[in-house]
């Protein structure tokens, strides 16, 4: 199969982290810039990375990319590129766009002159002056950054974040997306303890099971390009097979989320139940102070209330500050947390060992990382008396 270029965008802040997914995917020839990674593959890429990627927000095919510093330039310039190669003749193709620090600021207009550029493409392929466009949906972006512009065709439909067990919103709902970048950030491993103590409905502990069960977060959805003729329907099957066959259902984990908000756990019973995972976590209506693990070494993984809206800050800084003291006590452990807070450290009585800048949604937060110790190394005789005594 021919390389083809791909872009998977992401949330500022987890570029990398989206890099090292496809990485691990095999897809190692990648550019990492703000907000996607753009990797070259094949095909099979397309139903690969939209089943498997849990940090990207979509798989996006590059037709092509070129300078534009007027509206006849931006029409030859995609009327050049090879539209007919990828979309049929009975297709439905809408095109939308952005346009920043570029002179083609009118994106109403640009998104008019790549339709009409992208028809004229496919004229001379169909020999037909009119596309009703009653078939599979090819939506078409055209990116104007810095007066270069970017021509894409989105491959996964629906946000990638939308995994399919999700059916009930909860209120401030956390991206799934968000959720498994955090907990691929702290590097939380499925054979260590985690417990999310303010869980709400139950995004961060879903997103660890299905990633300690190794299940690909997309498998039980569809996508755009699932429709796509260019695409065989051998090469989507293969993929499925492939994410079906890696499962690791028979894992036993432990995994904890907790809410003072009965509401909430209601909904994360559900969501998980959805997602296939609920005899994997242990979900309970607990104050995030009642918290207790016979543990020494674990993970607190959470996103706590921000204090976004008016007469809430005064409770949410006591919150933080209840947390540092609670937190304290699980001095051997590694706990994370998300929060648009500028003085959370100095509330939870306690420096980060390292920062990061993440998005929630259009909330610009920081996700503080304190370290614990690593558990000891268990001995190659303690390994094998062990073994013996199972």
């Given at each position: 199969?021919?390389?083809?270029?791909?872009?998977?965008?992401?949330?500022?802040?987890i570029?990398?982290?989206?890099?090292?997914?496809?990485?691990?995917?095999?897809?190692?020839?990648?550019?990492?810039?703000?907000?996607?990674?753009?990797?070259?593959?094949?095909?099979?890429?397309i139903c690969?990375?939209n089943l498997?990627?849990?940090?990207?927000d979509?798989v996006?095919?590059?037709i092509?990319?070129?300078?534009?510093?007027?509206f006849e330039?931006l029409f030859?310039?995609?009327?050049?590129?090879?539209w007919?190669?990828?979309?049929?003749?009975?297709?439905?193709?809408?095109?939308?766009?952005?346009?920043v620090?570029?002179?083609?600021?009118?994106?109403?207009?640009?998104?008019?002159?790549v339709k009409?550029?992208?028809?004229?493409?496919?004229?001379?392929?169909y020999?037909?002056?009119?596309?009703?466009?009653?078939?599979?949906?090819y939506?078409?972006?055209?990116?104007?950054?810095?007066?270069?512009?970017?021509?894409t065709?989105?491959?996964?439909?629906?946000?990638?974040?939308?995994?399919?067990?999700?059916?009930?919103?909860?209120?401030?709902?956390l991206?799934?997306?968000l959720?498994?970048?955090?907990?691929?950030?702290?590097?939380?491993?499925?054979?260590?303890?985690?417990?999310?103590?303010?869980?709400?409905t139950?995004?961060?502990?879903i997103?660890?099971?299905?990633?300690?069960?190794?299940i690909?977060p997309?498998?039980?959805?569809e996508?755009?390009?699932?429709?796509?003729?260019?695409?065989?329907?051998?090469?989507?099957?293969?993929?499925?097979?492939?994410?079906g066959?890696l499962?690791?259902?028979?894992?036993?984990?432990?995994?904890q989320?907790s809410?003072?908000?009965?509401?909430?756990?209601?909904?994360?019973r559900?969501?998980?139940?959805?997602?296939?995972?609920e005899?994997k976590?242990?979900?309970?209506?607990?104050?995030?102070?009642?918290i207790?693990?016979?543990?020494k070494?674990?993970?607190i993984i959470?996103?706590?209330?921000?204090g976004?809206?008016?007469g809430?800050?005064?409770e949410v800084?006591?919150?933080?500050?209840?947390?540092?003291?609670?937190?304290?006590?699980?001095?051997?452990?590694s706990?994370?947390?998300?929060?648009?807070?500028?003085?959370?450290?100095?509330?939870f009585?306690?420096?980060?060992?390292?920062?990061?800048?993440?998005?929630?949604?259009?909330?610009?937060?920081?996700?503080?990382?304190?370290?614990?110790?690593?558990p000891?190394?268990i001995?190659?005789?303690?390994?094998?008396s062990?073994?013996e005594?199972?």
């Amino acid at each position: 199969m021919a390389k083809i270029q791909l872009i998977a965008t992401s949330a500022f802040g987890i570029e990398a982290v989206v890099g090292r997914e496809l990485k691990k995917l095999g897809y190692e020839d990648q550019f990492v810039e703000n907000g996607k990674v753009t990797f070259a593959a094949d095909e099979s890429a397309i139903c690969r990375s939209n089943l498997w990627l849990r940090t990207a927000d979509r798989v996006l095919l590059k037709i092509g990319e070129f300078k534009a510093l007027s509206f006849e330039e931006l029409f030859e310039g995609t009327k050049a590129l090879p539209w007919d190669e990828w979309i049929p003749e009975d297709a439905e193709f809408p095109v939308e766009g952005k346009s920043v620090d570029s002179k083609l600021s009118s994106v109403p207009d640009c998104q008019a002159i790549v339709k009409k550029a992208v028809v004229e493409k496919m004229k001379l392929r169909y020999k037909r002056q009119w596309f009703e466009e009653t078939g599979p949906r090819y939506r078409i972006e055209v990116s104007l950054l810095k007066d270069m512009a970017t021509l894409t065709i989105d491959t996964s439909g629906p946000g990638l974040h939308k995994r399919g067990y999700r059916k009930l919103v909860g209120q401030a709902p956390l991206k799934e997306t968000l959720a498994s970048a955090m907990l691929l950030v702290s590097r939380w491993n499925w054979d260590r303890i985690l417990i999310d103590p303010f869980c709400g409905t139950g995004t961060i502990p879903i997103e660890a099971a299905l990633m300690a069960l190794n299940i690909a977060p997309g498998l039980n959805r569809e996508f755009a390009s699932e429709s796509w003729t260019r695409i065989p329907k051998s090469l989507w099957i293969k993929a499925r097979e492939e994410a079906g066959d890696l499962a690791q259902h028979s894992r036993e984990l432990r995994i904890q989320g907790s809410d003072i908000n009965e509401e909430a756990m209601s909904l994360a019973r559900y969501h998980a139940k959805q997602a296939g995972v609920e005899s994997k976590i242990h979900l309970q209506k607990m104050s995030f102070e009642d918290i207790r693990s016979k543990y020494k070494y674990g993970f607190i993984i959470c996103n706590p209330p921000y204090g976004e809206r008016l007469g809430e800050m005064r409770e949410v800084e006591k919150l933080y500050n209840q947390m540092g003291k609670v937190f304290s006590g699980f001095d051997t452990w590694s706990y994370y947390v998300i929060s648009a807070h500028p003085n959370f450290e100095k509330l939870f009585g306690r420096r980060a060992d390292k920062k990061r800048k993440l998005y929630n949604g259009r909330i610009l937060c920081n996700y503080y990382q304190f370290f614990g110790p690593p558990p000891p190394k268990i001995s190659l005789e303690s390994a094998k008396s062990q073994v013996e005594f199972v």
